[in-house]
Nanobody
Framework: QLQASGGGLVQPGGSLTLSCSIF????????IGWFRQAPGKEREGISC????????RYADSVKGRFTIASYNVKASVYLQMDSLKPEDTAVYYC???????????????????RGRGTLVTVSS
């Protein structure tokens, strides 16, 4: 299972940190990260880190504002989101792929496992 947390309401320009923990039997993945879905819009893969921490991928829409990090000992991944914009409002999902992040950060994203989403609302 994947358990995500950290969503909430933030003002434009603010920051949030999302976290995702891996529980149970998920072991056959090579990438872990996040995709999001805003109301009425398609899913968007936004960030991923390879399991060995050797590579990260970001969608152009978040590059330079979001940072992903993983701590394998704790089997957790974090997404630091800075300079948030209203268009970042969405439900964010933690997910894994077996394509070294090439599946997860693509349009549309492909993944093998995903957790329940956490809502991020950017509004004044």
């Amino acid at each position: 299972q994947l358990q995500a947390s950290g969503g909430g309401l933030v003002q434009p320009g603010g920051s949030l940190t999302l976290s995702c923990s891996i529980f149970g039997s998920i072991s056959d993945y090579s990438g872990i990260g996040w995709f999001r879905q805003a109301p009425g819009k398609e899913r968007e893969g936004i960030s991923c880190i390879t399991r060995d921490n050797s590579n990260t991928r970001y969608a152009d829409s978040v590059k330079g504002r979001f940072t992903i990090a993983s701590y394998n000992v704790k089997a957790s991944v974090y997404l630091q989101m800075d300079s948030l914009k209203p268009e970042d409002t969405a439900v964010y999902y933690c997910a894994t792929d077996r394509m070294n992040c090439l599946g997860l950060v693509s349009s549309p994203p492909t993944f093998d496992y995903r957790g329940r989403g956490t809502l991020v609302t950017v509004s004044s």
